[in-house]
């Protein structure tokens, strides 16, 4: 997963392999991606499984409450693929926008993938805005 | 530059329009979607499976689906298919040699149903390059001309220095729009 300004291209924060073991991840994300204009949240993944209904559930949590939430229906994977997907967004207004300190540790990514409707794993990172 | 402030202009009624990407292996699909971001394009890999750029405007989403183009990986470009507004077909100008088997893959696209009547754009890609085969060329070796069943063009363009890709995105959009 990685995290670019999307204005310049350039990667804030990058992470590579996950570990489907641990509960929850942290990343310390520079602050500034907070005052990027638009921002764009990359996952990479890959399958040595063909899936025919894949789909991805992402929520950003708020201590503890949902705050936004994306749906993304993939399809179909193609065995032993490797793929990605980027999501570019918006930032809210700068006088919308809740300070670093107050998002810092409080600001999990949660991230689902099914098939179907069927769970294949969940990865949530905890974001500290350093 | 960039995707998301051509989105900026297009109507908001439509909630949703989705771009499919295709063309053989090494034709520069990934290069032009990172090139339209911004992005660092001097470690691209072929592309294993899908990259997918998803961008959303006032409501508005976009998502452009970039399918890898190599021969073990084009019979599965069928199930990327459905439910696309448009078609982007980018092709190595610089690779005579493969122009022919370009042409013919296009030939099948165009043939499909579930691609039926969708708009066409062709980009003809690496103009950078001194051996490129101009696009007017390129469009009369695939007898572009004789397609009839859809809004078409071709753009030259060079993902490397990003040269006609927006003029390339922005005529896409602007057809998408007056259709919906």
Known sequence: ?130 | MGLLNILKKMKKDEKEARILMLGLDNAGKTTILKTLSQEDISHIMPTQGFNIKSLVQEGFKLNVWDIGGQKTIRPYWSNYFESSDALVYVIDSSDRRRLEESGQELRELLAEDKLGGIPLLVFANKQDLLQATPADEIAAALDLASISDRTWTIQACSAKDGTGLEDGMQWLIGVINEKA
Request: charged share 25%; net charge negative.
């Open chain 1, 1 to 130: 997963m990685n995290m670019r300004d999307a204005l310049t291209g350039e990667v804030m924060w990058e992470s590579g392999e996950w570990d489907c073991d641990l509960d929850e991840m942290e990343a310390q994300v520079p602050r500034e991606i907070l005052s990027c204009r638009q921002v764009s949240r990359e996952l990479n993944f890959s399958s040595v499984e063909v899936m025919t209904s894949l789909r991805l559930v992402q929520s950003v949590i708020f201590k503890g409450e949902p705050l936004e939430e994306w749906n993304f229906h993939f399809g179909f994977v193609i065995p032993n693929s490797t793929n990605t997907w980027q999501q570019t967004i918006e930032a809210a207004e700068e006088e919308e926008m809740l300070p670093a300190e107050l998002l810092s540790g409080n600001v999990v990514i949660e991230t689902t993938f099914l098939d179907g409707d069927c769970p294949i794993m969940t990865q949530r990172v905890r974001i500290w805005y350093v």
